[in-house]
């Protein structure tokens, strides 16, 4: 079976554009969430979408918005970038068989610079 | 909210020794999912090992174990026979089963390095 996919890898953007990264998940699981990685805050959780909802959502700016399609995969997009939102992207998909306590599978990230 | 501390920015093991990687955590529920995660220079994110609180026994799976103290709130790792594949940041995370869906809390991760 086909990991977690996610597209671009690599990303270069300038103040006040905008990107959308993609992530395709493990086929059969309907849970993606996305997480943040960067060296001063480390891994923060960014949400999570199950059957095309945001079941949850972090501690970001509305700045970052996402959405999950019929087939679950998942876009997440990222408005206005800052300085600060460069970091590597993790998207993780799980089975989503109960409502929580699933394993989470990550893709290899979408290493994002703004300049 | 929940937290995870990871003590040791850092750790070195001998190629073939033991090491084992602290994490302990802070939470107020009774039930939840702890995990290990690995993530080698590529960045891929790659699961070690999962438990479950409510499971006494500790979770192994071949040279990965762990040493789950509910009580004290601590969840070790355990590697045997290092190898210089296990060159990598060790991430230990948290998880509630809140039926609130899935959301994992990482703690602030340990470099190891596998000296050969």
């Known amino acids: 079976k086909a990991g977690v996919t996610q597209t671009p890898r690599y990303l270069i953007k300038t103040r006040g554009q905008q990107v959308t990264l993609s992530c395709s998940p493990i086929?059969?699981?309907?849970?993606v969430s996305w997480y943040q990685q960067t060296p001063g805050q480390g891994l923060q959780f960014l949400f999570e979408?199950?059957?095309?909802?945001?079941?949850n959502k972090g501690n970001f700016p509305g700045r970052f918005s996402g959405r999950q399609f019929s087939n679950s995969r998942s876009e997440m997009n990222v408005s206005t970038l800052e300085l600060g939102d460069s970091a590597l992207y993790l998207c993780?998909?799980?089975?989503?068989?109960?409502?929580?306590?699933?394993?989470?599978?990550f893709g290899p990230g979408t290493r994002l610079t703004v300049l | 909210a929940q937290t995870v501390t990871q003590s040791q920015p850092e750790m070195s093991v001998q190629e073939a020794e033991t090491v084992t990687l602290s994490c302990t955590y802070d939470?107020?529920?009774?039930?939840?999912?702890l995990f290990w995660y690995k993530q080698p220079p590529s960045r891929q994110m790659i699961l070690v090992i999962r438990?479950?609180?409510?499971?006494?026994q500790n979770a192994t799976e071949n040279r990965f174990s762990v040493n789950f103290q509910k009580a004290a709130k601590s969840f070790s790792l355990k590697i045997s026979d290092s190898q210089l594949g296990d060159t990598a940041m060790y991430f230990c995370?948290?998880?509630?089963?809140?039926?609130?869906?899935?959301?994992?809390?990482f703690g602030g991760g340990t470099r190891l390095m596998v000296k050969p």
């Open positions: 438990q479950e609180a409510y499971k006494q």
């Open positions: 979408y199950f059957s095309e909802t945001q079941r």
């Open positions: 993780a998909s799980s089975l989503a068989v109960g409502l929580s306590g699933d394993t989470q599978y």
């Open positions: 086929s059969g699981h309907r849970s």
């Open positions: 995370a948290f998880m509630k089963t809140d039926n609130a869906g899935n959301m994992l809390t």
């Open positions: 939470t107020s529920e009774n039930n939840y999912y």
